[in-house]
């Protein structure tokens, strides 16, 4: 089995010399950003947000949605991986210190550096397309997707006129909300309407319901009410 390294890259901070920040991704899946700063003993947490949430934003509102179960922000520089694994979900085995071109970045343009350099991998979003073509696209497309936070969703959207296309649909379809026989909607989604493009439908559904995929797939060979397996997404 293939330890776990905490990184932990140094960056240039007014309170201290000694500051440094990470992106960790929890066993549950989850991905949060983690800054610290070290004076001689002493470890305090600094800042630490999920950046899994709030994308597309920058700034205060980017940085809002905290893990609730970490409670404890100063602590011995030796209990920091003990820490991690008990309130941040997430066991490392050892230290790594880092000083690279990323030190003098502010927050968010050391995010945005992250987030590219996850993006990388190509992560497909698979749509079933139905319908006279409108805007290069199938007037009708639905898949059911798994998010980030690895909950089911299925998501219909439709072409609406004018370039833009509607959501007709979205819902979580977890086995719960299936045997309460509920509809819910993800408290994430705000916009009705959108650009019915591929690259709008991925911003849509990115930014909105918590995804991270890079290219859109469109097909209509795959009986989409036969199965209820999220067809793409975090599985």
Do not use: W
């Not at 690279?100 to 991998?121: G, P, R, S, V």
């Not at 006279?132 to 909950?151: D, F, M, Q, S, V």
């Amino acid at each position: 089995m293939k330890k776990s390294i905490l990184k932990l890259e140094a960056f240039t901070s007014s309170s201290s010399v000694n500051s440094f920040r990470t992106i960790i991704k929890t066993k549950h899946g989850r991905i949060l950003f983690l800054s610290l700063e070290f004076q001689e003993t002493t470890c305090t947490i600094t800042n630490c947000f999920y950046t899994d949430r709030n994308q597309g934003k920058t700034g205060v509102e980017r940085y809002q949605t905290k893990p609730l179960k970490l409670q404890n922000f100063q602590f011995s520089r030796d209990k920091l991986l003990s820490v991690i694994e008990a309130m941040l979900d997430k066991k490392f085995y050892s230290i790594k210190y880092i000083k690279n071109e990323t030190i003098n970045l502010t927050l968010d343009e050391y995010l945005q550096t992250k987030e590219k350099a996850a993006k990388f991998k190509y992560r497909f979003l698979i749509m079933v397309g139905d319908g006279e073509i409108c805007n290069g696209l199938p007037a009708r497309l639905r898949t059911r997707l798994k998010n980030k936070l690895h909950r089911a969703i299925y998501v219909e959207l439709v072409y609406y006129k004018n370039g833009k296309g509607v959501v007709q649909q979205c819902c979580y379809c977890d086995r719960k909300y299936q045997r309460q026989d509920i509809t819910i909607t993800p408290s994430m989604l705000i916009s009705c309407f959108f650009p019915y493009t591929r690259e709008g439908i991925l911003n849509l559904l990115n930014h909105e319901i918590c995804c991270d995929f890079t290219h859109m797939i469109v097909t209509d060979d795959i009986n989409l009410d036969s199965n209820t397996t999220p067809l793409c997404g975090a599985i």
